[in-house]
């Protein structure tokens, strides 16, 4: 073993200098593996930043979605005051159950009352017609062709008077079937106000149901976004606070959105808007989705805010969902 003090003994430069070769070598290898580790960074980043714009710009998805829904406003077709309440706020109706009954004795009284003019143009018509039976077969000698024309005319006019009171009894009896109101719609009632003893009017909406069977949702893409998005496409949509997705189908694509520059002036001219911003944002086109499928659990309410996904197989792949619901949500 040498000596450390042995000025013979060989040293680490030494060495170095009378064999460089491994030296320059090990140099290269390192400095080939920091530009591969850089390349493969920049790749990683590449494949990152083509995601996201892929999944954020391309794909035809967006938070601003709505659950809408069809309201039934329903009027009583005749006016008096209501004697009987059969609901409940936020109740829950099928079509034909009675929501509320009018005070019908008036209507009552006028079926009597057209039942009873029937009769009597039934009889009075009965008089005429034999009258001018009797008329037409007297011989002009006992009678004037002029008399048997005024008495067969006035069996007409007793013909068409009864058939006005009849028209008039039925009527009176479709009148007093009205002051049952009904649901028209299979639903829920809403933001009831109505009490026994208020006074309904004829064609002033009283009481609102909402109707269960019209749910759909409604997406409001960004124009960017429209190329991607076709009617029968599939589409997903999460609600806030639920985990689980819809399902349903783009059903129509709306063709036309307000512009304010459309509004004419007061010389009935265009009014155009001269500022003219830097950034331009995209508008929004309602897309309107038909929904197929409510997982269990999940209430569908007017107004709920909806992420809405259309998936054509091409734009977001199969695990679309998790992604954008931890984006939106955070979770892991």
Known sequence: MADADDPHAPNEATEQASNPAPHRLGRRARRALRLAATALVLLVALAAAATVWRFYVAAPWTRDGRVRVQVAGVAPQVSGQIVDLKIADNQTVKRGDILYVIEAFDF????????????????????????????QELSTVSTSV?????????AKIAEAALETAKAQLAQAR????????????????TNLLLRV?????QGS??????????????????????????????????????????????????LGIATANAAPSTQGLPNVDPVYTWVRL???????????HVPDGVPLVAGMTATVVVNRGTTAGPGWFAD???SVTGAP
């Open 282 to 292: 995209a508008q929004r086109v309602p897309v309107r989705i038909r929904i197929d």
């Open 174 to 189: 479709v009148n007093l079937q009205r002051t049952t109101v009904r649901a028209p719609v299979n639903g829920r009632v």
């Open 324 to 326: 954008l619901r931890r």
């Open 146 to 154: 002029e008399e048997k024309q005024q008495f067969a005319g006035t």
């Open 108 to 135: 009552e009284v006028a079926v009597t009352q057209a039942e009873a003019e029937v009769k009597n143009r039934e009889a009075d018509l009965q008089v005429k017609q034999a009258q001018s039976v009797r008329r």
């Open 197 to 201: 003893g208020d006074y309904a009017s």
């Open 205 to 254: 909406v009283n009481v609102r149901v909402i109707d269960t069977d019209s749910f759909w949702i409604d997406g409001y893409f960004e124009e960017t976004k429209m190329a991607a998005i076709r009617v029968g496409d599939p589409a997903e949509m999460a609600l806030m606070g639920y985990d689980a997705p819809l399902r349903g189908t783009v059903e129509s694509i709306t």
